[in-house]
């Protein structure tokens, strides 16, 4: 368990008078004393700007120009900077040459389509002129006029003729269905490549300030890696790291209190806000968000310091110097060592709940 730093001792300090018991020669004794005992989880500090983002190109390319510095104000939708880059030019270009393709292919005055239409054309000619002589044909041979052969000839010739409009009818409607599709896609790739194209302009995602620019004019962008940090210009979050081990005892709304290593001695008062779920597994720690009650007057990114999360407090508690404790739950008295049960804690006193009274003197173990 961590406690509160020695720079936080004289917010909790309390007024203790002890009574000691000395002899030239005998151990130093005390009495169990009653105070105010307050128990917190320490943490480190660190100063970030509230929404701080990286900002992310969408596509790759040559840094062209900026249009901000580091320090200035930035307004939502605001270009940030302008990225060069030639292939997506030409890929708008070939989309915009296959979606006129794919347009002429489907309305019809394309080769494919004509020839198609054409072929249906010749095929309901032979099916009607086959169908006028199947007809002819089996009419005779219902009076016993011509030839069986003939009168077969002429069936299967009208048979086939229907097979073949249908089989040209089904093609027309699958290719046409097809290309239908391939201008779908042609479109869509058009749009597509037209949205690539405007994404050379990063822009800002909110209102607030320009922290840090990570590129200059003439490198090499990609999507990889960010080329600027953009946050809130003046509000400020608190994020904290706490030890595994003391994050069961967070709720949101406990009062942390903070030091900053830019204010010497000054201690600020914030309040948790945001207590995140995840675990770092390098560090073993958690992350906790809070937020200023009393704000210092200038605040920068970056900034450090320590805090503690103030997780119970008690007024007229039975306390002994940590110093006399024996193992977790033990103590000397004039008597032998006896167990006690133990409460808060901080950095140099402990609370006894039972096994002890205040009119029990206590010696300092070697």
């Known amino acids: 368990m961590r406690y509160m730093p020695l720079s936080f001792r004289f917010i909790f300090s309390f007024i203790i008078i002890s009574v000691f018991v000395s002899c030239s020669n005998g151990p130093e004794k005390i009495l169990p004393l009653k105070a105010t005992i307050t128990e917190s989880v320490y943490s480190s500090v660190t ?19 900026t249009f901000v510095d580091e320090g200035d104000s930035v307004s939502k939708g605001a270009p940030i900077a302008q990225i060069i880059n030639n292939t997506p030019k030409l890929n708008t270009e070939n989309a915009k040459l296959n979606l006129e393709l794919a347009r002429e292919n489907y309305s ?19 099916y009607k002129n086959d169908s006028v002589n199947f007809t002819r044909q089996k009419n005779l041979w219902e009076q ?39 201008l779908k896609q042609a479109e869509n790739n058009y749009q597509t490549s037209l949205i690539a194209t405007e994404d050379f302009t990063v822009q800002s995602k909110i209102n607030g300030k320009l922290y ?18 953009i946050g809130s210009a003046d509000d400020f979050v608190i994020e904290m790291l706490v030890d595994e081990v003391d994050i069961v005892k967070l709720k949101i709304g406990q009062t942390a209190l903070i030091t900053l290593d830019a204010y010497e001695s000054k201690v600020y008062s914030a309040i948790v806000n945001k207590i995140y779920p995840r675990k770092d597994e390098r560090s ?25 999360i103030i997780v119970s407090q008690k007024e007229n508690a039975l306390t002994i110097p940590k110093a006399y404790l024996i193992g977790e739950n033990q103590v000397k008295t004039e008597t032998g060592i006896i167990e006690i049960v133990t409460g808060l804690q901080d950095m140099e006193r402990v609370e006894v709940r039972s096994g002890l009274d205040a009119e029990t003197y206590l010696i300092k173990p070697e």
């Open 108 to 126: 019809g005055s394309n080769a494919i389509i004509k020839a198609l239409i054409d072929e249906i054309n010749a095929a309901e000619l032979r």
């Open 284 to 308: 073993q720690t958690f992350k906790i968000e809070a937020l200023f009650i009393d704000t210092p007057e200038v605040l920068y990114p970056g900034l450090a310091g320590e805090g503690n």
């Open 144 to 182: 016993n006029i011509g030839s069986k052969v003939e009168y077969e000839n002429r069936k299967l010739a009208y048979e086939l003729s229907a097979n073949s409009l249908a089989l040209l009818k089904g093609n027309f409607e699958r290719t046409k269905s097809e290309l239908n599709t391939k």
């Open 212 to 229: 840090a620019l990570y590129k200059n004019q003439g490198e090499i962008i990609n999507t990889m890696e960010p080329i600027a940090a």
């Open 47 to 65: 100063i970030q700007p509230d929404s701080l983002y990286q900002v992310y190109a969408a596509v790759g390319g040559i840094l062209d120009k």
